[in-house]
């Protein structure tokens, strides 16, 4: 064993050194969950490289998260990490260009390992800027050139490996496997073919995928499970003894129960309605209590988010904050839901993890299961970004904090247990751990009978979800007996015009589909739009994704004008529903692409797929699960 390879052996020993200037600690934060939570090719794991058996995960990775102070040494953390480091890592901007520590940060480690172990990322600025521009330069002196022994630096030009993770550089996806690729001494040609080989699933089962999501986004609304909500309001209630409770529930009251009788007709009075008048209320009503004030507007946010009315909830949670001044942890976990549900994945996992900073900072003296039901989001939120981007293994750890968060608590709620096994299931699913995923599910279902018995609208979620994994499992007829279950208890239990019960026509659509049964398929899916549209009172994102099934559906019975009318309606729903450019609308370009291909028209299939998967890098990132996934059919394709 090499003298290198010993050093990897030492379980103290760090992957990587991050040197950055805390005006680009987003950047740094970013790289080190990346470059953690990157999961290796099993084809590679254990392959012998210089850098002796790669890997399947590179961690450690050191990010130091304090500023340093005006004078002294880096001091003897800093120390011992770059002394245990393989690997130091230059976050390169004009800002770390002048910062003394970044530059000492690199002279240290040049001297201790040498400077083909250093790797530089660029952000912003120049590299090796001219005279002229002196003021853009990002590489700092001890970057730019050789280390003499004695710790001098030299005039002597060095030339470190660098990436570019600015669009007109490497971009993001690339920079990152750039690093990857000198952090293992594989090739970056491997590591590139890696991402565009992942397994390919089907049409069907990546946009189930999204209709499956939409369960569990809808399956809580404040329409479709009144006695739930009273269940929570009552528990929350019991447990408030404090003075901002009681102002809590006062406000509340006020709200929600009175409202005005002599202005509004209450046959007109929607949720939206009261849910927009207790968050005008907050800044009006509350003024000089904040904690009252931030109380309120997680529990309208949350309901907001129910109702799939992201922005409202973004914009309270912002609203509230810059008037009381004061944050917490439960508010940002919301904020980062809504934008998950939007599709930024990036603007998410930048708001869960300072929802995370925010919970460890308030240092809570017990596990209270309002505390506990945050840190718990906090986590969930994290394991669906990693399932997202394809992090498997991150997700399901992730999954599993969120878990502990719930259980260890004094009389732990099955209700939210439940919840959370439901969402793990699918990442397990889609993983290919389906007897995972089913054995969540009937602990699930267990604690929700014990809980609620069998009246109750998670049961029906519940036997959709097994539906789900079947279904991803390919295991077509319990997928096909499970959806009837789910459908017969759903209809036992809500209204017609619920869109849970929307929800289940669309995955039985899906399953007959896939059976072969399109007749049927077009009846469930048509079905399932009639509700959504009554439901929502017009066009809604869900009746799109049915639209796009439709799509699939008539285009492989060659019926090409009412497949592509149908892609149309499908647009016409996701315009109305986001407002702006999403996923979606890339999963459509894409599917639309496959029919066009199907008729021969691959000039416009090679059109859409060029423009969906610009989408599709836009809103999710070129490095998603989603976006490779689709980027794998645009290839197949291209060869045709």
């Not at 102002?247 to 709200?255: I, K, R």
């Amino acid at each position: 064993m090499t003298s290198l390879e010993n050093e990897l052996t030492d379980r103290s020993a760090y992957r990587a050194f991050i040197s950055y200037s805390h005006s680009d600690k987003m950047v740094a934060r970013w790289l080190h969950s990346a470059l953690e939570s990157y999961n290796l090719p099993k084809k590679l794991i254990g392959k012998h490289t210089p850098l002796g058996p790669v890997p399947k995960r590179l961690t450690p990775i050191f990010r130091d998260q304090v500023e340093l102070p005006a004078s002294g040494d880096l001091g003897a953390e800093l120390q011992y990490a770059l002394e245990r480091s393989l690997f130091l890592i230059v976050i390169c901007s004009p800002a770390s260009a002048r910062s003394k520590w970044v530059n000492e940060e690199i002279r240290q480690f040049k001297l201790m390992h040498g400077a083909d172990k250093v790797l530089a990322l660029v952000v912003n600025g120049v590299p090796n800027a001219a005279l002229e521009t002196a003021e853009q330069e990002c590489f700092a002196p001890a970057l730019k050139f050789v280390v003499a022994p004695s710790g001098e630096l030299t005039d002597v030009p060095s030339e470190p490996i660098a990436a570019d993770l600015r669009k007109s550089g490497d971009g993001k996806r690339l920079a990152k496997l750039k690093l990857i690729s000198g952090l293992t001494a594989l090739r970056l040609d491997d590591l590139v073919q890696r991402e565009a080989a992942r397994h390919i699933r089907t049409l069907v089962q990546i946009s189930a995928a999204s209709v499956f999501a939409a369960v569990f986004a809808v399956g809580l609304s404040i329409y479709a499970n009144d006695r739930r909500l009273e269940a929570d309001a009552q528990r929350t209630i019991a447990v408030q003894e404090s003075a901002t409770a009681r102002a809590v529930s006062d406000f509340l009251e006020d709200t929600f129960i009175r409202g005005d009788s002599v202005k509004e007709n209450p046959n007109t009075i929607t949720a939206r309605s009261i849910l927009d008048r207790g968050a005008h209320k907050i800044g009006d009503e509350l003024q000089g209590q904040p904690q009252v004030q931030n109380r309120l507007s997680t529990i309208i946010a949350r309901a907001y988010n129910n109702l799939g009315l992201f922005n409202q909830a973004i914009e309270l949670v912002e609203s509230t904050v810059a008037i009381s001044g004061v944050e917490n942890a439960s508010a940002f976990s919301i904020k980062a839901e809504a934008l998950f549900r939007k599709g930024d994945l990036e603007a998410s996992m930048e708001a869960v993890n300072y929802a995370q900073d925010l919970a460890e900072q308030e240092k809570l003296k017990e596990y209270d299961r309002d505390s506990s039901k945050t840190r718990s989001d906090i986590a969930r939120i994290q394991a669906l970004i990693h399932y997202k981007h394809g992090q498997f293994d991150a997700g399901i750890e992730a999954f599993g904090r969120a878990l502990y968060e719930l259980e260890n608590v004094h009389e732990p709620d099955g209700l939210d247990i439940a919840s959370t096994l439901q969402n793990r299931a699918l990442l397990l699913s889609d993983a290919g751990d389906t007897a995972w995923a089913l054995a969540d599910l009937e602990r699930a279902k267990v604690l929700v009978l014990d809980n609620v018995g069998d009246q109750d609208i998670m049961v029906g979620q519940i036997a959709l979800a097994q539906a789900q994994v079947n279904f991803l499992g390919g295991n077509l007829k319990p997928a096909l007996g499970q959806i009837e279950t789910a459908i017969s208890i759903l209809q036992r239990i809500l209204e017609d015009d619920n869109p849970s019960l929307a929800d289940a026509f669309s995955m039985k659509g899906q399953i007959l589909h896939a059976e072969g049964a399109l007749g049927d398929a077009k009846n469930a899916l048509t079905q399932a739009i009639q509700i959504y549209t009554k439901a929502y009172g017009g066009r809604h994102y869900l009746s799109g994704i049915a639209e796009v099934y439709l799509g699939l559906i008539t285009g492989e019975q060659r019926q090409i004008i009412e497949s592509l009318a149908h892609f149309e309606e499908a647009k016409l729903h996701y315009d109305a529903s986001y407002g702006e450019i999403h996923a979606n609308h890339g999963d459509l370009l894409v599917n639309r692409a496959t029919i066009l291909a199907v008729a021969g028209d691959l000039v416009r299939a090679n059109q859409d797929c060029e423009e969906g998967m610009g989408i599709l890098a836009t809103t999710l990132g070129e490095e998603a699960a989603f976006t490779q996934q689709l980027q794998a059919v645009c290839d197949e394709l291209k060869k045709n």
